[in-house]
């Protein structure tokens, strides 16, 4: 009798007779959702989501794989604390939530959500917790509802990227939007516009408007730089970054630029080009092109972000 209750003991669980609260399933779960957006987010082996709807979509997936194994692990954690914690009001939001990221992922709000970058950023967040959201709660209504929510999560994303989601209807509305982006002067840098639309425009838009109280334009302001002597200030910027509150076309920005240092000399020189001659900019007269010899020059003396900023108030701008 007494080997018999001991051995019914440790089938059980832990000898304490408490469930363990972490396994190796849960960590792996949690490990390889974590993998899964940061690869994602990075776009590590994944086409750039710039290109297509349906590279945006592939990202998607990843994002709702993460979510979803998240989900998962939490389910299992909760499960472990509380064996038998089973509820049916769980159903609601597993079925919801699928729903509201199927919603998320129609392709015509693409257009609208990529020239906003910080509603894009906080799409994606999301997509993650409605990945979490929708295993979590399938696995405490049941298990198996768990799984097959999570997994249909992520067949929809699939489907919408080589399927339903790749041929959206364009909204005249958001092409309008999208199509006030004045023409580059003749005289602008094509290289040096695809380096600002993938770095720059994330913060000064393609229109170079900037945003509002946000983000300084650079249209009509960058030749005012350089006009004040301000050649060597615009590299530094690019390179060392610029932190500290500067007035631009009587309204004041306060935002942090991080420094660049890592793209080319060349990408940063016809960078700068770009920017000194589109949306109706001009170098002034007499003023060079920038060349990648000169911005190599400017990486010689390290300077803080906030040294930067300094060498900014010794302009005597309009």
Same mark, same amino acid.
């Given at each position: 009798?007494?080997?018999?209750?001991k051995?019914?003991?440790?089938?059980?669980?832990?000898?304490?007779?408490r469930?363990?609260?972490?396994t190796?399933?849960?960590v792996?779960?949690?490990?390889i959702?974590?993998?899964?957006?940061?690869?994602?987010?990075?776009?590590?082996?994944l086409?750039?989501?710039?290109?297509s709807?349906?590279?945006?979509?592939?990202?998607?997936?990843?994002f709702?794989?993460?979510?979803?194994?998240?989900? $998962?692990?939490?389910?299992?954690?909760?499960?472990?604390?509380?064996p038998?914690?089973?509820?049916?009001v769980w159903?609601?939001?597993?079925?919801?939530?699928?729903m509201a990221?199927?919603?998320?992922m129609?392709?015509?709000?693409?257009p609208?959500?990529?020239a906003r970058?910080?509603?894009?950023?906080?799409?994606?967040a999301?997509?993650?917790g409605?990945?979490?959201?929708?295993?979590?709660?399938?696995?405490?209504y049941?298990r198996?509802?768990?799984?097959?929510?999570g997994?249909?999560?992520?067949?929809?994303?699939?489907?919408?990227?080589?399927?339903?989601?790749?041929?959206?209807?364009?909204?005249?509305?958001?092409?309008?939007?999208?199509?006030a982006?004045?023409a580059?002067?003749p005289?602008?840098?094509?290289?040096?516009?695809?380096?600002?639309d993938q770095?720059?425009?994330?913060?000064?838009?393609?229109?170079g408007a900037?945003l509002?109280g946000?983000?300084?334009p650079?249209a009509?302001?960058?030749?005012?730089?350089?006009?004040?002597?301000?050649r060597?200030y615009v590299?530094?910027?690019?390179?060392?970054?610029?932190q500290?509150? $500067?007035?631009?076309?009587?309204?004041?920005?306060?935002?942090?630029m991080p420094?660049?240092?890592q793209?080319s000399?060349?990408e940063?020189?016809?960078?700068?080009?770009?920017?000194?001659?589109?949306?109706?900019?001009?170098?002034?007269?007499?003023?060079q092109?920038?060349e990648?010899s000169?911005?190599?020059?400017?990486?010689?003396p390290?300077?803080?972000a906030?040294q930067?900023?300094?060498?900014?108030g010794?302009?005597e701008?309009?």
């Amino acid at each position: 009798m007494t080997r018999a209750r001991k051995t019914g003991a440790k089938k059980s669980g832990s000898p304490t007779g408490r469930p363990k609260p972490f396994t190796v399933v849960t960590v792996l779960f949690v490990l390889i959702g974590y993998f899964s957006i940061v690869v994602a987010w990075l776009h590590l082996g994944l086409p750039s989501p710039e290109h297509s709807i349906k590279d945006h979509h592939l990202q998607h997936l990843w994002f709702l794989i993460g979510g979803g194994l998240w989900g $998962i692990a939490l389910a299992r954690w909760l499960a472990n604390r509380r064996p038998g914690d089973r509820q049916g009001v769980w159903l609601v939001p597993a079925l919801l939530a699928p729903m509201a990221a199927m919603f998320l992922m129609w392709p015509s709000a693409y257009p609208y959500v990529e020239a906003r970058p910080l509603l894009h950023s906080s799409m994606h967040a999301l997509f993650i917790g409605l990945g979490a959201l929708t295993t979590f709660a399938g696995y405490r209504y049941t298990r198996v509802v768990g799984w097959l929510l999570g997994g249909s999560l992520a067949v929809m994303a699939w489907l919408a990227a080589f399927f339903f989601g790749v041929t959206p209807r364009q909204d005249p509305a958001v092409t309008a939007i999208l199509g006030a982006r004045p023409a580059p002067a003749p005289t602008a840098s094509v290289e040096g516009q695809k380096v600002f639309d993938q770095i720059c425009a994330s913060c000064h838009m393609t229109t170079g408007a900037g945003l509002p109280g946000a983000f300084p334009p650079l249209a009509g302001h960058f030749p005012e730089l350089l006009e004040a002597g301000g050649r060597d200030y615009v590299k530094q910027v690019v390179l060392y970054g610029l932190q500290g509150a $500067i007035l631009v076309g009587g309204q004041t920005y306060n935002s942090v630029m991080p420094p660049w240092q890592q793209l080319s000399d060349q990408e940063i020189a016809d960078a700068l080009n770009y920017a000194a001659t589109a949306w109706g900019n001009e170098l002034p007269d007499g003023a060079q092109p920038f060349e990648a010899s000169e911005v190599a020059a400017a990486r010689g003396p390290a300077l803080s972000a906030q040294q930067v900023y300094e060498a900014r108030g010794r302009l005597e701008l309009p």
